[in-house]
């Protein structure tokens, strides 16, 4: 693969990503719930791997995995459904931007959760960038609590909504060691789609309507399997550095999407915001890649 068709597939995987805050917006607005949304998002993204997961056999090898990978692939699930709840419902109460922009703080929740579980500290060469992340989050509170962005609450469903797939991410990477790519995914995707279901009688329930299935659909289509599949297709050409630092873009993804489908605009406080979230994480990231290289 050439170097210009990866930095177009690249391109083409952030802007599915990029568009799913915007798609959760439209499906709120037509009366569907945060967790039918997420159900339908993973429902759909299940059905559709369903088949080419059996025929290459790779869905039947995580059922034969031993039972503790097994478990942490429902943990793993049950994570991602916390976590699309909690995000989802936060776009309710923020504005796109600045929701995207917090739950994008996952890779802070990941550095502390693995130096408390697995005693991995964070890299000395990634706490500045650490640092600017978390004046940029508390920046935004601060405004919320001033009346500039929808509320507080939108905010720290958002940060938990980050705390939620860090803990999904370390825990799929417990999981998967040597399970292939294509089973795991089709796997935790039904998994977190049983999740949302028991979630969903404490969540707002299955409401849904004609109008918000578009939105669902296209979370799955273009977010899911567009964006995040895409991604995971491109770790095979392109660095894991590529990778993260592509998606940062995605807030700002977001807000351009939304300015251009509901016309959403972000004031110059929140903006300033979410750009130090967006540097520091950008700072973080290359600390991270700097202290992997020594």
């Given at each position: 693969?050439?170097?210009?068709?990866?930095?177009?597939?690249?391109?083409?995987?952030?802007?599915?990503?990029?568009?799913?805050?915007?798609?959760?917006?439209?499906?709120?607005?037509?009366?569907?719930?945060?967790?039918?949304?997420?159900?339908?998002?993973?429902?759909?993204?299940?059905?559709?791997?369903?088949?080419?997961?059996?025929?290459?056999?790779?869905?039947?090898?995580?059922?034969?995995?031993p039972?503790?990978?097994?478990?942490?692939?429902?943990?793993?699930?049950?994570?991602?459904?916390?976590?699309?709840?909690?995000?989802?419902?936060?776009?309710?109460?923020?504005?796109?931007?600045?929701?995207?922009?917090?739950?994008?703080?996952?890779?802070?929740?990941?550095?502390?959760?693995?130096?408390?579980?697995?005693?991995?500290?964070?890299?000395?060469?990634?706490?500045?960038?650490?640092?600017?992340?978390?004046?940029g989050?508390?920046?935004?509170?601060?405004?919320?609590?001033?009346?500039?962005?929808?509320?507080?609450?939108?905010?720290?469903?958002?940060?938990?909504?980050?705390?939620?797939?860090?803990?999904?991410w370390?825990?799929?990477?417990?999981?998967?060691?040597?399970?292939?790519?294509?089973?795991?995914?089709?796997?935790?995707?039904g998994?977190?789609?049983?999740?949302l279901?028991?979630?969903?009688?404490?969540?707002?329930?299955?409401?849904?309507?004609?109008?918000?299935?578009?939105?669902?659909?296209?979370?799955?289509?273009?977010?899911?399997?567009?964006?995040?599949?895409?991604?995971?297709?491109?770790?095979?050409?392109?660095?894991?550095?590529?990778?993260?630092?592509?998606?940062?873009?995605?807030?700002?993804?977001?807000?351009?999407?939304?300015?251009?489908?509901?016309?959403?605009?972000?004031?110059?406080?929140?903006?300033?915001?979410?750009?130090?979230?967006?540097?520091?994480?950008?700072?973080?990231?290359?600390?991270?890649?700097?202290a992997?290289?020594?």
């Amino acid at each position: 693969m050439n170097n210009q068709k990866k930095a177009l597939l690249v391109a083409l995987a952030v802007a599915g990503v990029s568009i799913s805050g915007p798609m959760v917006k439209w499906s709120l607005s037509c009366g569907a719930s945060p967790v039918m949304i997420a159900f339908g998002r993973m429902a759909i993204s299940f059905l559709l791997l369903l088949v080419p997961a059996l025929r290459s056999g790779e869905l039947q090898a995580i059922l034969r995995a031993p039972k503790k990978q097994v478990a942490l692939a429902c943990a793993a699930g049950l994570l991602l459904a916390l976590h699309y709840t909690c995000w989802m419902t936060s776009l309710s109460f923020a504005s796109t931007f600045v929701s995207t922009a917090l739950v994008c703080t996952q890779p802070l929740f990941v550095a502390t959760l693995s130096g408390v579980l697995l005693h991995e500290p964070i890299k000395r060469e990634a706490v500045p960038g650490a640092v600017v992340a978390v004046v940029g989050a508390a920046a935004i509170g601060l405004l919320s609590m001033g009346g500039e962005s929808g509320s507080l609450l939108g905010d720290a469903l958002a940060l938990i909504g980050a705390a939620f797939i860090a803990g999904h991410w370390l825990t799929s990477r417990a999981a998967r060691r040597n399970l292939p790519a294509l089973g795991f995914m089709t796997f935790v995707y039904g998994v977190t789609a049983v999740f949302l279901l028991l979630i969903s009688p404490f969540a707002g329930g299955l409401a849904v309507t004609g109008e918000s299935l578009y939105g669902i659909v296209v979370l799955a289509v273009a977010c899911t399997l567009g964006g995040h599949a895409l991604m995971t297709y491109l770790l095979g050409f392109v660095s894991a550095d590529v990778v993260s630092f592509a998606l940062l873009a995605e807030p700002i993804g977001a807000a351009v999407w939304a300015l251009l489908l509901f016309h959403e605009k972000v004031t110059p406080p929140l903006m300033i915001g979410g750009m130090t979230v967006i540097v520091g994480l950008m700072l973080y990231t290359y600390g991270e890649m700097k202290a992997g290289k020594r």
